[in-house]
């Protein structure tokens, strides 16, 4: 749903130029599998462009850009935090 609800937001506030058409979402491997699950063909979590995951620092649970470049140059992959994802920092980001 976060998804679905961001693409056309995205796309007005970008002018036009950006949108989501397809998206992949990979499902860990401890969860327990259901028949709507089907195995990743080329995905990987190595070159996924949006990781759901807790932070690498523990007093760091906010959204954010993977930037080895300058500043407006491409980033590596937005990081977002379960807590981001589960609507539990509306008060501070609002909608997901």
């Keep these: 749903d976060m998804v679905t609800q ?3 937001y995205l796309f007005e506030a ?5 949108y989501f058409k397809n998206v992949a979402i990979l499902i860990p ?5 259901k028949p709507d699950y089907v195995r990743p063909k080329l995905e990987t ?3 996924a462009d949006v990781l759901v995951a807790e ?5 760091n649970d906010e959204p954010y850009t993977e930037q080895m470049g300058k ?5 590596e992959r937005i990081h977002l935090t379960p807590n981001f994802v589960s ?5 501070e980001y609002g909608p997901q």
Excluded at 29 to 33: G, I, Q, S, V
Excluded at 55 to 59: C, F, K, N, Q, V
Excluded at 87 to 91: E, R, V
């Design 6 to 8: 961001a693409s056309p």
């Design 14 to 18: 970008t002018g036009k130029r950006f």
């Design 29 to 33: 491997e401890t969860w327990k599998t």
């Design 45 to 47: 979590y190595k070159n």
């Design 55 to 59: 932070s690498t620092l523990p007093e």
């Design 71 to 75: 500043c407006g140059e491409k980033g």
């Design 87 to 91: 609507g539990k920092k509306l008060q």
